[in-house]
């Protein structure tokens, strides 16, 4: 998916705290082209990436409130995004396949996401490259941060125009 979505409108109709999360990425796109650094080269997509898996989430979470009354009841801690997904789609009652287009692109952020888990981003800030770990040369080369930014938006704006 290399598509930018321009669906800042359709963002600002259902704010979120998954929004000021997003507009984060759009300052580190800049970054990353006016302070491309080493320092910054790892760092900057492991963050976006970070960055777009909260703000999905915190969608999600506005989303699912608003198509299913029994949302609060959900541990979003404990219950996976392919769930609580299911549980959104199934309240509209729309098919929902997560093997593929937009939601096989979120699935694939998380799973890095998870992977990320273990390691503390600060620490990768400077580290020289000979000691990166593998997970974020992985991130940097497949998911620019223009890229990452750009599956965020459009499964925001997916969910936002179907609950609607």
């Known amino acids: ?10 963002l600002e109709r259902s704010p979120s705290s998954g929004y000021e999360i ?3 990425i ?3 796109k800049d970054a990353q082209v006016n302070l491309s650094t080493e320092q910054t080269r790892y760092y900057l997509p492991a963050k976006a990436l970070l960055s777009a898996c ?4 915190g969608y999600i979470n506005v989303v699912g409130s608003r198509v299913d009354p029994r949302w609060v009841t959900i541990n979003e801690e404990s219950t996976h995004i392919k769930e609580r997904l299911a549980r959104i789609y199934q309240n509209l009652h729309r098919p929902l396949d997560l093997n593929r287009g937009i939601w096989e ?3 694939l952020l998380f799973s890095l996401r998870e992977e990320l888990s273990h390691f503390e981003l600060a620490s ?3 580290m020289q490259e000979s000691v990166v770990p593998a997970i974020f040369k992985v991130i940097e080369q497949k998911y620019p941060i223009r890229l990452t930014h750009a599956i965020a938006e459009g499964a925001i704006e997916l969910l936002l125009n179907i609950s609607e």
């Open 105 to 107: 692109d979120v699935l």
């Open 26 to 28: 759009y300052w580190m």
């Open 22 to 24: 997003l507009k984060n």
């Open 1 to 10: 998916m290399t598509q930018n979505f321009s669906s800042t409108a359709t």
């Open 54 to 57: 909260m703000a999905i989430d």
């Open 124 to 126: 990768i800030y400077g």
